[in-house]
Antibody, heavy 121, light 106 residues
Framework: EVQLVESGGGLVQPGGSLRLSCAAS????????MHWVRQAPGKGLEYVSA????????YYANSVKGRFTISRDNSKNTLYLQMGSLRAEDMAVYYC??????????????WGQGTLVTVSS | EIVLTQSPATLSLSPGERATLSCRAS??????LAWYQQKPGQAPRLLIY???NRATGIPARFSGSGSGTDFTLTISSLEPEDFAVYYC????????FGQGTKVEIK
């Protein structure tokens, strides 16, 4: 069974930093591209970032470009999102999701339960 | 950026009725469109991929159609567990989501 478990969310002040993690199990992590998708309270879904299976290709939404960095450690079956210069509008539930294959197809078939990031002073 | 517009924003129906949800793209996305269902406090669940293909384990009452800029998700006969928010998502040019359609009990 595919499992994606996010962690690292919490309360951070505006301008602060946070690193999210997503622990994957139940599939060959190194064979799949992975994504971060967020959802602000009461709002819709927004793609944040994506990374190919070997880390060679990445994608960032314009809203986070230059502030967030996606990475992965295939030896630990873990996906990361390093978030910096956080703003109030970054407050959201952040979901980790699995793509359909190694490349960035932007097709998310399995999702974690999410971790909440709150940006407030 | 490709913008997806979903309509209606809210659909009020009774169990057993047919639900028809629309998603329109600002430019052609070919057949690269998916539909997700989200219930309160839960992660989205993939229902339909590439416009008309049901994901694994999705009941046959869910069907998708369309290509280019106009797409439809149809739920043939609403079950109590189908009342939720539905999002469309394109992957023709990176990825964007529609704003969602809430299917509520009338």
């Amino acid at each position: 069974e595919v499992q994606l478990v996010e962690s690292g969310g919490g309360l951070v002040q505006p301008g602060g930093s946070l690193r999210l993690s997503c622990a994957a199990s139940g599939f060959t992590f190194s064979s799949y591209a992975m994504h971060w998708v967020r959802q602000a309270p009461g709002k819709g879904l927004e793609y944040v970032s994506a990374i190919s299976s070997n880390g060679g290709s990445t994608y960032y939404a314009n809203s986070v470009k230059g502030r967030f960095t996606i990475s992965r450690d295939n030896s630990k079956n873990t996906l990361y999102l390093q978030m910096g210069s956080l703003r109030a509008e970054d407050m959201a539930v952040y979901y980790c999701a699995r793509d359909t294959g190694p490349a960035l197809e932007m097709a998310t078939i399995d999702w974690g339960q999410g971790t909440l990031v709150t940006v407030s002073s | 950026e490709i913008v997806l517009t979903q309509s209606p924003a809210t659909l009020s129906l009774s169990p057993g009725e047919r639900a028809t949800l629309s998603c329109r793209a600002s430019q052609s996305v070919s057949s690269y469109l998916a539909w997700y269902q989200q219930k309160p406090g839960q992660a989205p669940r993939l229902l339909i991929y590439d416009a008309s293909n049901r994901a694994t384990g999705i009941p046959a009452r869910f069907s998708g159609s369309g290509s280019g800029t106009d797409f439809t998700l149809t739920i043939s006969s609403l079950e109590p567990e189908d009342f939720a928010v539905y999002y469309c998502q394109q992957r023709s040019n990176w990825g964007t989501f529609g704003q969602g359609t809430k299917v509520e009990i009338k």
